[in-house]
């Protein structure tokens, strides 16, 4: 009976070890995961606070570094990236662009790298390795960019023709089409315009919940011109946007007077040369 007391009171300490250890695995894995630091003889480093960010490829990555200098002396560290072809990197400090940076004995400095990917790079995952080299001594730091796909909106219309003609007083349909040119879906797609003073115009549908790439929707965009407005050449711009992209086309529209205030103003012409006529038979008798 001491023999199997005494497995049950092992095994179930085996138990309780291992449940223990697998908390301790899971607690782990959800912490944030931390560049490492590469820290020199004398304690210097140079760190970042994320190692690794995941965003489309028409946004910035944007790192938040630090710069230590543990030295006894002043150390100007020159900042240099080694980035994929057409990629682009910016430092920030203090608020300002930078190439360099001077970093007194014992303190430390914070870093904004901005990342930039080529247009169009592929979703991926890309290694971006940092470098702060001074006089005595080079820091090296390496970030990670995930590439997920694009945001890409374009607005325009079916045959890619952006002008019309309109008689003043009326209203106008103009078949508008949004195409997502992206790689990722757009969501929430609003409608909005800037038109000559007076003008009105509304959209239907005045909403585009969600737009997979490669898809495209016609939308109707009903332009009222106000009357006596004169004839000639306007403008007005349509746009298409949510949160991620943006796209504007700019509609030129011919203003035509109507065949009603024409008329008027044949027989208004008509009138005035009558009595100019009527004036020159009347005084000139005299």
């Given amino acids: ?9 092992k095994g179930s300490k085996r138990g309780m070890d291992c449940l223990f250890a697998s908390l301790i695995i899971v607690f782990v894995s959800l912490l944030p995961l931390k560049a490492p630091a590469q820290e020199s003889d ?3 480093s140079f760190t970042a606070s994320l190692l690794n960010i995941e965003a489309p490829v028409n946004e910035t990555f944007r790192y938040q570094a630090t ?3 543990s030295s006894a002396q002043a150390r100007v560290y020159e900042l240099e990236a080694e980035m ?6 910016a430092f920030k400090a203090r608020g300002s662009q ?3 940076l001077n970093v007194e004995p014992g303190k430390t400095e914070s870093l904004t790298v901005e990342i930039r990917p080529a247009y169009g790079a592929e979703p991926s995952k890309y290694a971006i390795p940092l470098q702060a080299s001074a006089a005595d001594e080079t820091l090296s730091l390496e970030l990670e960019a995930v590439v997920e796909g694009s945001y890409e909106l374009e607005l325009t219309t079916p045959s890619g023709r952006l002008s019309g003609e309109i008689t003043e007083g009326e209203k106008a349909e103009i078949l508008l089409q949004v195409k997502n040119t992206g790689s990722l879906a757009l969501n929430d797609i609003t ?10 115009a509304t959209f239907s549908p005045s909403e585009i919940q969600q737009l997979d790439p490669g898809k495209s ?4 965009a009903s332009l009222s011109v106000p009357d006596k407005t004169l004839a000639g050449d ?15 086309a700019t509609y030129r529209i011919t203003v035509k007077t109507s065949m009603l205030s024409g008329w008027v103003g044949i027989l208004v012409i008509l009138l005035a040369i009558g009595f100019v006529f009527y004036l020159i038979r009347k005084f000139g008798r005299r």
């Avoid at 409608?191 to 009105?200: D, K, L, M, V, Y």
């Avoid at 306007?234 to 504007?248: D, E, G, M, R």
């Fill in 42 to 44: 004398d304690g210097s």
């Fill in 191 to 200: 409608f909005s315009s800037q038109n000559p003073r007076n003008w009105q």
């Fill in 234 to 248: 306007y403008v007005s711009k349509f746009t298409a946007k949510n949160a991620s992209s943006t796209s504007t």
């Fill in 1 to 9: 009976m001491n023999t199997v007391g005494n497995f049950n009171k």
């Fill in 217 to 220: 929707v016609d939308v109707i």
């Fill in 84 to 89: 994929p072809e057409g990629w682009r990197v």
């Fill in 98 to 100: 930078v190439t360099s």
């Fill in 67 to 69: 710069l230590k200098n």
